[in-house]
Each structure stands twice: as C-alpha cells, then as structure tokens.
C-alpha cells in the first residue's frame, strides 16, 4: 500500500470539516481512481453506439 503513495514526499493532511461539509482543495477531490465499472460503462456504451449506428445504415442506407 505504501508503494501507492511513493510521490508524496511530505504528510497528507486530513480533510477539513466545516459546518458538517467535507472541504477539500480541488487537488484532494480528484484523486479518486475509476474503477472497473468506468471500462464496462464505456465499454457497454461503444457498443450500443456501434449497435444503433449499424441498424440505422442497414435500415435506411442499404442498396
């Protein structure tokens, strides 16, 4: 786990909270990584494009 984190040279300080929000700096909030389900939604997506795509060509573009 610790390799993970070898770029960081200094201590990660903790989200603050405020009025029982979470803040945190821009940098913090994006350090999330997407999972497995971001490669199956786009891989779901792509093909249901190249699904409809091809039925709209075989439907009305077809000589």
């Known amino acids: 786990m610790a390799g993970h984190y070898s770029h960081l040279?200094?201590?990660v300080g903790m989200p603050t909270e405020r009025h029982g929000q979470i803040i945190e700096t821009p940098t913090e909030a994006r350090q999330a990584e997407p999972g497995p389900s971001v490669l199956a939604l786009l891989t779901a997506s792509t093909g249901l494009a190249v699904l409809i795509l091809g039925t709209v060509?075989?439907?009305?573009?077809?000589?």
Not at 57 to 63: I, N, T
């Open 9 to 11: 040279t200094g201590e």
């Open 57 to 63: 060509w075989f439907a009305f573009f077809r000589v």
